[in-house]
T-cell receptor, first 115, second 113 residues
Framework: SQTIHQWPATLVQPVGSPLSLECTVE??????LYWYRQAAGRGLQLLFY??????ISSEVPQNLSASRPQDRQFILSSKKLLLSDSGFYLC??????????????FGDGTRLSIL | GQQLNQSPQSMFIQEGEDVSMNCTSS?????WLWYKQDPGEGPVLLIA?????ELTSNGRLTAQFGITRKDSFLNISASIPSDVGIYFC?????????????FGPGTRLSVLP
């Protein structure tokens, strides 16, 4: 069966520091991968998605970036964090190319607090 | 861009009561999904719907894919305390290969003992 891992679970960083959040998926090949951000008590905001190695689509302009160095690895990064980057970051995956709908499955999230 | 509306935004119910919530959009979707999120955790898939008119159950949960493809509803029967959480609907757009899901803002459910 497929599993998704996100780490770290929580992170406290000072303003202006760099960021690297990692997500890996096991048990499937060529998944679609996604990064979302969720503000406290709010819905999910799609940040990036990827349909293959090195292929990244950005949904929202920001100081964050994403990379997919391997088929089942998705990394969210920043060179200099802002206070507004605080939130709950979720990684998700879905089955790759398919003509029918397939649901997304989420990791347990990373709670990022910027001081 | 496409948006989903969920109602109600929040609800307080007594344990044992039935719950009904819905999700609407001005756009057509070919897949509807319902997720539940517990505090501090990622959303967990409850039910996936792939055909207009489809009615699917998962234990005490029942969801339906609206005939117009622009709405979906979720019912919970005989609510229990562990039903507390945020329920999100999500739609996947037509002619899409899985990379574009639209999420609603969520319905926050509280169950009173």
């Amino acid at each position: 069966s497929q599993t998704i891992h996100q780490w770290p679970a929580t992170l406290v960083q000072p303003v202006g520091s760099p960021l690297s959040l990692e997500c890996t998926v096991e048990g499937t090949s060529n998944p679609n991968l996604y990064w979302y951000r969720q503000a406290a008590g709010r819905g999910l905001q799609l940040l990036f998605y990827s349909v293959g190695i090195g292929q990244i689509s950005s949904e929202v302009p920001q100081n964050l970036s994403a990379s997919r160095p391997q088929d089942r690895q998705f990394i969210l990064s920043s060179k200099k964090l802002l206070l507004s980057d605080s939130g709950f970051y979720l990684c998700a995956w879905s089955i790759g190319v398919t003509p029918t709908g397939q649901p997304q499955h989420f990791g347990d999230g990373t709670r990022l607090s910027i001081l | 861009g496409q948006q989903l509306n969920q109602s109600p935004q929040s609800m307080f119910i007594q344990e044992g009561e039935d719950v009904s919530m819905n999700c609407t959009s001005s756009s057509i979707f070919n897949t509807w999904l319902w997720y539940k999120q517990d505090p501090g955790e990622g959303p967990v898939l409850l039910i996936a719907l792939y055909k207009a008119g489809e009615l699917t159950s998962n234990g005490r949960l029942t969801a339906q894919f609206g005939i117009t493809r622009k709405d979906s509803f979720l019912n919970i029967s005989a609510s229990i305390p562990s039903d507390v959480g945020i329920y999100f609907c999500a739609g996947q757009l037509r002619d899409n290969y899985g990379q574009n899901f639209v999420f609603g803002p969520g319905t926050r459910l509280s169950v009173l003992p």
